[in-house]
Each structure stands twice: as structure tokens, then as C-alpha cells.
């Protein structure tokens, strides 16, 4: 989404829909991988919880107001809001996994 919406690069969002890495200047390759995975490849661990983080800060173009504390701060009160909530959940730009021993 982040490819599309936000930077216009379509020729890279078809890269990651075809199951390749991303890359961060600052971080190198940027894997992608399915929730589930962690369990497969720890089947000790269980993931108890997924939370959606960043579903709507990124989509706000207005890269000033994002340097707005009160702006931050009702921001956040949404993405809060909806963090828990089938549909935002899946449409987040990152998930928080709480994980737990089986």
C-alpha cells in the first residue's frame, strides 16, 4: 500500500506482491513474511494477540501536520482505537505480535 499510495512506484509493489524483500536505506533487506510463520519455524511459541500499527498515520499526505503534537496525539488515540479491530487489522502497515509459550 505504502508502494502505491504513497511514493507512486508501482514497478516496486509488484516486486513485493511477488514475494520478493524490500530494502531500507538505513536497515538493508526488509523481509516480509505471514503472521504464522513464527509459529511454523517455533512451533514452542503461540501467538496470542495481533494488533495493526501505522494503518492511518501514513496515509495522512500532509507530511507538516505530522510534526504537530496535538495531531500526533489524536492520531495515535485512533490507531489505538483500531488496532484491535478485524479490517483495520489487516490493512496496517505493521502488525504487533504478543507471542506466548505453548
Not at 27 to 52: F, M, R, S, V
Not at 55 to 74: L, R, S
Request: hydrophobic share 40%; proline share 1%; aromatic share 10%.
Amino acid at each position: 500500500m505504502q508502494m502505491v499510495v504513497l511514493l507512486n512506484d508501482f514497478e516496486h509493489a509488484h516486486s513485493l506482491l511477488d514475494g520478493n524483500n524490500g530494502m531500507a536505506s538505513k536497515y538493508g533487506a526488509i523481509g516480509y513474511y505471514e503472521d504464522l510463520n513464527i509459529e511454523k519455524g517455533c512451533p514452542e511459541l503461540t501467538i496470542t494477540k495481533t494488533l495493526g500499527m501505522r494503518t492511518f498515520w501514513d496515509m495522512q499526505q500532509n507530511q507538516e501536520i505530522h510534526k504537530d503534537a496535538h495531531w500526533q496525539d489524536k492520531m495515535v488515540e485512533i490507531e489505538m482505537r483500531v488496532s484491535d479491530m478485524d479490517g483495520y487489522k489487516d490493512i496496517a502497515f505493521f502488525h504487533h505480535l504478543l507471542i506466548g509459550k505453548k
